[in-house]
T-cell receptor, first 118, second 110 residues
Framework: GAVVSQHPSRVICKSGTSVKIECRSL??????MFWYRQFPKQSLMLMAT?????????EQGVEKDKFLINHASLTLSTLTVTSAHPEDSSFYIC??????????????FGNGTRLTVT | SQKIEQNSEALNIQEGKTATLTCNYT??????LQWYRQDPGRGPVFLLL?????KEKRKERLKVTFDTTLKQSLFHITASQPADSATYLC?????????FGQGTELSVKP
């Protein structure tokens, strides 16, 4: 149980275009989802916390107008990278915690999206 | 400043030996600490959670210790197998969010 599906797994886009990444909790409800970014050989960097029905909370240094997050239902959060540039190329990973289990419970991760901006 | 540090050097060990990975942190007071495994091109997978009032936690061949005085957690894999080769991440809770170390790459040779 507790499966998180992330789509697409890979995307290549041209500079200046926008890309949408979907994160779905398949067999549980997730009031909160987290979006991370990972560069090669580096740690996962938390970008934002996505809250169902309300605005996302962004980490310091993350541009909210660049990385639009929408969490419209208890099973779906989307991250849209707007006007993508080559420096946005990275591995984006979403995660979710089962609603009701509190902050102690582990995160369930999607398999990530490899974004390449040409 | 707050830091979570794991062995930056890759760890290479022989099959059957015990792998020990270290996670040190500064300027955090975590109520619990988690360990995850990450394979190349995949998302992390949860392995173990240990609370601040627990000294040790075990799950099959895995053992985690948590020393809040030393601000350190050790992660052990006994009787290691080539299939254990992966990157292992420690993570601390911080205000409801999980903050990750940079991970240690483990390679188990047959």
């Amino acid at each position: 149980g507790a499966v998180v599906s992330q789509h697409p797994s890979r995307v290549i886009c041209k500079s200046g275009t926008s890309v949408k990444i979907e994160c779905r909790s398949l067999d549980f409800q997730a009031t909160t989802m987290f979006w991370y970014r990972q560069f090669p050989k580096q740690s996962l960097m938390l970008m934002a916390t996505s809250n169902e029905g309300s605005k996302a909370t962004y980490e310091q240094g993350v541009e909210k107008d660049k990385f639009l997050i929408n969490h419209a239902s208890l099973t779906l959060s989307t991250l849209t990278v707007t006007s993508a540039h080559p420096e946005d190329s990275s591995f984006y990973i979403c995660s979710a915690r089962v609603t009701g289990q509190g902050g102690v419970s582990p995160l369930h991760f999607g398999n990530g999206t490899r974004l390449t901006v040409t | 400043s707050q830091k979570i540090e794991q062995n930056s050097e890759a760890l290479n060990i022989q099959e059957g030996k015990t792998a020990t990975l270290t996670c040190n942190y500064t300027n955090y007071s975590p109520a619990y600490l988690q360990w995850y495994r990450q394979d190349p091109g995949r998302g992390p997978v949860f392995l173990l959670l240990i609370r601040e009032n627990e000294k040790e936690k075990r799950k099959e061949r895995l053992k985690v210790t948590f020393d809040t005085t030393l601000k350190q957690s050790l992660f052990h894999i006994t009787a290691s197998q080539p299939a254990d080769s992966a990157t292992y991440l420690c993570a601390l809770n911080q205000g409801g969010k999980l903050i990750f170390g940079q991970g240690t790459e483990l390679s188990v040779k047959p």
